[in-house]
Antibody, heavy 122, light 107 residues
Framework: EVHLVQSGGGLAQPGRSLRLSCEASGFIFDDFAMHWVRHAPGRGLEWVSGITWKSDNVAYADSVKGRFTVSRDNARNSLYLQMDSLRADDTARYYC???????????????WGQGTMVTVSS | EVVLTQSPGTLSKSPGERVSLSCRASESVSSIYIAWYQQKPGQAPSLLIYAASNRATGVPDRFSGSGSETDFTLTISRLEPEDSAVYYCQQYSSSHSFGQGTRLEIK
């Protein structure tokens, strides 16, 4: 069965850093692009970042560009999101998600992790 | 950026009824770049429909998608209690964006 299990997150002060992890199982992880999507309280879903299967194409939403870094370790079937210079408006539940397409971006998210809460507050 | 506006914001229906949820785009979007997701309380979103009308694996045929250009619809026939959820549309034609969601309550 396909699973994405997330860890990391929690409470951070503005300007500090947090790192999220997402471990995949049940599919060939290094065949697929992966993404991070967040859901802020009272707001809709927002795509945050994506990374192709061999990490040669990474993409970010304008709201996080220059502050967040996505990476993956295919040997460990793991996806990461390094979040630096955190702001209050980064407060959200963060989900990792698998792209439906092999070897590229199709921007359709067919498997989701359980989510992890990130709260940025002093 | 393409802005997606979903309507209604909230609705309440009874089991067995049929419902249509609307997703309107601020500019024309090819139907192959529209998806729908369901998010039940306390759960992650799950993919329902992609390329406007293709059901994701395991999605019952009670769920169907349609539409073109700026107007897209998710239809759920024969509502069941477990269909209570928030439904989001997504476009991935010009960058990518989600609608704000429609909350469906089955009473």
């Amino acid at each position: 069965e396909v699973h994405l299990v997330q860890s990391g997150g929690g409470l951070a002060q503005p300007g500090r850093s947090l790192r999220l992890s997402c471990e995949a199982s049940g599919f060939i992880f290094d065949d697929f692009a992966m993404h991070w999507v967040r859901h802020a309280p009272g707001r809709g879903l927002e795509w945050v970042s994506g990374i192709t299967w061999k990490s040669d194409n990474v993409a970010y939403a304008d709201s996080v560009k220059g502050r967040f870094t996505v990476s993956r370790d295919n040997a460990r079937n793991s996806l990461y999101l390094q979040m630096d210079s955190l702001r209050a408006d980064d407060t959200a539940r963060y989900y990792c998600a698998k792209d439906i397409a092999r070897f590229g971006y199709q921007w359709i998210f067919d498997v989701w992790g359980q989510g992890t809460m990130v709260t940025v507050s002093s | 950026e393409v802005v997606l506006t979903q309507s209604p914001g909230t609705l309440s229906k009874s089991p067995g009824e049929r419902v249509s949820l609307s997703c309107r785009a601020s500019e024309s979007v090819s139907s192959i770049y529209i998806a729908w997701y369901q998010q039940k309380p306390g759960q992650a979103p799950s993919l329902l429909i992609y390329a406007a009308s293709n059901r994701a694996t395991g999605v019952p045929d009670r769920f169907s998608g349609s539409g073109s250009e700026t107007d897209f619809t998710l239809t759920i026939s024969r509502l069941e209690p477990e269909d209570s959820a928030v439904y989001y549309c997504q476009q991935y034609s010009s960058s990518h964006s989600f609608g704000q969601g429609t909350r469906l309550e089955i009473k």
